[in-house]
T-cell receptor
Framework: DVKVTQSSRYLVKRTGEKVFLECVQDMDHENMFWYRQDPGLGLRLIYFSYDVKMKEKGDIPEGYSVSREKKERFSLILESASTNQTSMYLC???????????FGPGTRLTVT | DQQVKQNSPSLSVQEGRISILNCDYTNSMFDYFLWYKKYPAEGPTFLISISSIKDKNEDGRFTVFLNKSAKHLSLHIVPSQPGDSAVYFCAVLTQGGSEKLVFGKGTKLTVNP
């Protein structure tokens, strides 16, 4: 079974803090993704990566950055957290030859 | 502008009946479509997909229909079970060489016992 794990299920941070969200997958997938899910807005792509040290902006990259130093690990960084970044963050991975993405359980981030 | 639209935010059906979830897309060049199911406090899980070369794909109780001329796809669940209660997202594979998915906003299905 594909397993995608995220470092925290729940996180509370203060405005202005630097926040790191970690994602690890164990299936040797090339592609990894970060989404946020908000009520009424569905899943929106923040960043994705199709190889180590490679990254591409998604639909809503502003206020975020990412890091992929190893194939299995994809980190999302909020350089200076703001209240409008309170959301559910979902990481996903996919093999290069398929389109089905496998998601982690999500991190519920609250910025106060 | 939304590329993928799920116009019904919610749907309620009785156990044993058919559930039909709908999705419309804007770009006729999209050629691969997926459905995901999401329970509260969990990540979405892949359910079923369909390529544009087909008009139907079936997997057990789940069937996806694709109407390319109408740019419409639907997910049928027969018979519906209370455990099917979840949010369902449709997604399309975008063009341009990268395996990006664009998701609809989701439809919350409630199956009543």
């Amino acid at each position: 079974d594909v397993k995608v794990t995220q470092s925290s299920r729940y996180l509370v941070k203060r405005t202005g803090e630097k926040v790191f969200l970690e994602c690890v997958q164990d299936m040797d997938h090339e592609n990894m993704f970060w989404y946020r899910q908000d009520p009424g807005l569905g899943l929106r792509l923040i960043y994705f990566s199709y190889d180590v040290k490679m990254k591409e902006k998604g639909d809503i990259p502003e206020g975020y950055s990412v890091s992929r130093e190893k194939k299995e690990r994809f980190s999302l960084i909020l350089e200076s957290a703001s209240t409008n970044q309170t959301s559910m963050y979902l990481c996903a991975s996919a093999a290069m030859i398929t389109y089905e993405q496998y998601f982690g359980p999500g991190t519920r981030l609250t910025v106060t | 502008d939304q590329q993928v639209k799920q116009n019904s935010p919610s749907l309620s059906v009785q156990e044993g009946r058919i559930s039909i979830l709908n999705c419309d897309y804007t770009n006729s060049m999209f050629d691969y479509f997926l459905w995901y199911k999401k329970y509260p406090a969990e990540g979405p899980t892949f359910l079923i997909s369909i390529s544009s070369i087909k008009d139907k794909n079936e997997d057990g109780r789940f069937t996806v229909f694709l109407n390319k001329s109408a740019k419409h796809l639907s997910l049928h669940i027969v018979p519906s079970q209370p455990g099917d209660s979840a949010v369902y997202f449709c997604a399309v594979l975008t063009q341009g060489g990268s395996e990006k998915l664009v998701f609809g906003k989701g439809t919350k299905l409630t199956v009543n016992p």
